[in-house]
C-alpha cells in the first residue's frame, strides 16, 4: 500500500512537469471560463444559475478525454510497461496512479473555478456544497474511465489526439452546457446520452438520481473494457 501511495504521489509530481496536463487542466478550461463566463450571462443572466456545473463540466471533460490519454498511452507504449513487468509491478498500478493524479488536478481546477465564479460573473453557488462536490468526484471519475479506454486502445499517439478530440467535442456540444438540449434534433439528443458529460451536467444541476444510473453503468463498462485492454498489453 504504501509502495503504491508512493507511486501515485510521484505520478503528481511529474504531472506538474507535464505541458499537456497543465493546457487541458487547467490552463484552457480555465481562459474559456473566463472568456465564455462572461459572454454567458451577458447574453442569458439566467446562465448564472447554471454556468459553474457547465464549465465544470467542460473543464473535466477536456482534462479527461484529452490531457489523460496521452500520458497512458507514452507509459505503456514505451519502456515503462517492460519496467513494471521486469519488477513484479501489476500492469495496472500505472493505469491507477495517472488516474488518481488526474483526480487530484481536476478536482483542483474545479474548486479554482468554483470560488472564482461568483465574484467575477455572479455565478450562484451549489445549494448543497457536499452532494456538489459528491456529484464532481463521480462525474470527474467516469470521465476519467473513459479517458483510461481511449490511452489503452489506441497505440499511435497522432491518431490518439485526433480520435480524442472527435470525442470530446460531441461530448461537450451535446451535453447541454452551451444551448438547451430542446434545440438539438432527436437522434442528437440520444447521441448525448452516450457520454458522460450529458448525465453528469444534469445530475448536477437537478440532483436527480435518474441521473446517476447511466454513470454508473458506463463507469462499469468502462472497468470492463480496460481490465480487456490491460491484459491485451499484458501479453504483447
Not at 5 to 16: H, R, T, V
Not at 24 to 44: D, E, K, R
Not at 45 to 68: F, H, N, W
Not at 195 to 204: I, K, L, N, R
Request: aromatic residues 12%; positive net charge.
Amino acid at each position: 500500500m504504501s509502495a503504491f501511495l508512493y507511486g501515485a504521489a510521484l505520478q503528481w509530481k511529474l504531472d506538474l512537469r507535464s505541458k499537456t496536463l497543465l493546457i487541458t487542466c487547467y490552463l484552457v478550461p480555465l481562459i474559456f471560463f473566463a472568456v465564455m463566463g462572461g459572454i454567458f450571462t451577458s447574453i442569458n443572466p439566467e446562465a448564472k444559475q447554471t454556468l459553474i456545473p457547465s464549465m465544470t463540466v467542460m473543464g473535466v471533460s477536456m482534462g479527461a478525454l484529452i490531457g489523460l490519454p496521452p500520458s497512458i498511452a507514452e507509459i505503456y507504449g514505451g519502456g515503462s510497461k517492460r519496467v513494471y513487468q521486469a519488477n513484479g509491478v501489476p500492469l495496472y498500478f500505472g493505469l491507477i496512479s495517472m488516474v488518481l493524479s488526474a483526480f487530484c488536478h481536476l478536482l483542483l481546477m474545479s474548486v479554482i473555478l468554483l470560488c472564482t465564479a461568483p465574484a467575477l460573473f455572479k455565478a450562484v453557488l451549489p445549494s448543497s456544497l457536499p452532494k456538489y462536490f459528491g456529484t464532481l468526484s463521480i462525474l470527474i471519475t467516469v470521465s476519467l474511465s473513459l479517458g483510461s479506454i481511449l490511452g489503452l486502445a489506441v497505440k499511435n499517439q497522432a491518431k490518439l489526439t485526433m480520435i480524442s478530440q472527435l470525442i470530446f467535442l460531441p461530448s461537450i456540444m451535446l451535453s447541454g452546457i452551451l444551448f438547451p438540449l430542446d434545440l438539438l434534433p432527436a437522434v442528437f439528443k440520444w447521441a448525448g446520452k452516450l457520454f458522460p458529460a450529458s448525465w453528469g451536467y444534469q445530475f448536477m444541476v437537478s440532483n436527480e438520481l435518474e441521473n446517476l444510473w447511466p454513470l454508473i453503468l458506463i463507469f462499469i463498462a468502462a472497468i470492463m473494457i480496460c481490465s480487456f485492454l490491460l491484459k491485451r498489453w499484458k501479453t504483447e
